[in-house]
């Protein structure tokens, strides 16, 4: 058995300037500019990973009491001719019409994955003991992912003869395909007004979303 542990602290004040950039380009063979890849009206991570939250169920929706109701389970025994009926089929059309109007799926060829990466950093002496300090990072990726032609099986087990057994229920022709975004930035600010006194600040966001797509038949 071995254990330990790691401190990992961002520098407060860089040794000279520094500035990186970097960038890349991918080409996936299965899905990179293949008509077949698929997504749906409205689907897709967005830039920045942010409009999964434009598909959010409403609140309106979701608060609804009588969409809960045993009878808004099962709307084709609803008689509108009886008001009670009439009020939870209203809910039930009112729900429909907020929220996004996204009912199937199509194909788009998506472009290539890539990704991008920027750093840089310095340092300013105000005076023999006065300094401040600046670092700031970013990084992204942008990937898609395409799994064509796969095979799902659902099994079950059973007991047979004394000893249990798999048992198939089902296959399906599975289709999918997914969209990653993953970005992150880092600031680090340090501030020395005198030799024994510092003061640091860091800021780090972090985003990450997937979009998936999947037909199965």
Known sequence: FI???????????PEKPSLGVSAGIEYNSQATFNPDYPTYRGGGTGPFGFKASQRQIPES?????????????????????????????????????????????????????????????????????????????????????YYPQATRGNYNTQLSGGTFVLADEF??????????????????LGYQPAKDQKLSMNFLFNEQATDTTDIQQ
């Open 3 to 13: 254990g330990g542990s790691v401190d990992i602290r961002t520098k407060q004040f």
């Open 61 to 145: 929706v979701i608060n609804d009491p009588v969409l809960s109701s045993v009878q808004a389970g099962d709307p084709a025994s609803l008689n509108i001719s009886n008001p009670g009926d009439l009020e939870i089929a209203e809910n039930i059309n009112s729900a429909m019409q907020q929220m996004n109007p996204v009912a199937g799926a199509t194909r788009k060829a998506p472009g290539p994955n890539y990704s991008f990466n920027l750093q840089g950093g310095d340092s300013v002496e105000f005076g023999p003991d006065q300094t401040f300090g600046a670092f700031g990072a970013f990084s992204y990726r942008h990937k898609y992912s």
């Open 171 to 188: 296959t399906l022709a599975d289709d999918k395909g997914s969209e990653d975004v993953l970005w992150g930035t880092l600031v680090g």
